[in-house]
Nanobody
Framework: QVQLVESGGGLVQAGGSLRVSCAVS????????MGWFRQAPGKERAFVAG???????AYAPSVKGRFTISRDNAKNTVYLQMNSLKPDDTAVYYC?????????????WGQGTQVTVSS
């Protein structure tokens, strides 16, 4: 059974940094894309960042230059480093795996981790 478990969310002040992690178990995704999405209150889930098997990345325009996605295939883990955080970044962040490309589509999803940015 494939499981994606996010960690590292929390409360941070605007301008601060946070790193969220997603550990995957049940199978390896070294040949697939992995990504991060987020869902803010009252909004649909939206793409944040994705990374393919050779570390080619894609970012949403709203986070480009502030967020960095990376992966460690040996640990079957994907990371999202978030810098210069803004209150608009407040959302539940979801990890995704098994993608055909950085932008998706993705087959597996985590349960999400809350990120709250205070002004």
């Amino acid at each position: 059974q494939v499981q994606l478990v996010e960690s590292g969310g929390g409360l941070v002040q605007a301008g601060g940094s946070l790193r969220v992690s997603c550990a995957v178990s049940g199978r390896t995704f070294s040949g697939d894309a992995m990504g991060w999405f987020r869902q803010a209150p009252g909004k649909e889930r939206a793409f944040v960042a994705g990374i393919n098997w050779s570390s080619i990345t894609a970012y949403a325009p709203s986070v480009k230059g502030r967020f960095t996605i990376s992966r460690d295939n040996a640990k079957n883990t994907v990371y999202l480093q978030m810098n210069s955080l803004k209150p608009d970044d407040t959302a539940v962040y979801y990890c995704a795996a098994g993608g055909a490309a950085p932008l998706g589509p993705y087959n597996y999803w985590g349960q999400g981790t809350q990120v709250t940015v205070s002004s």
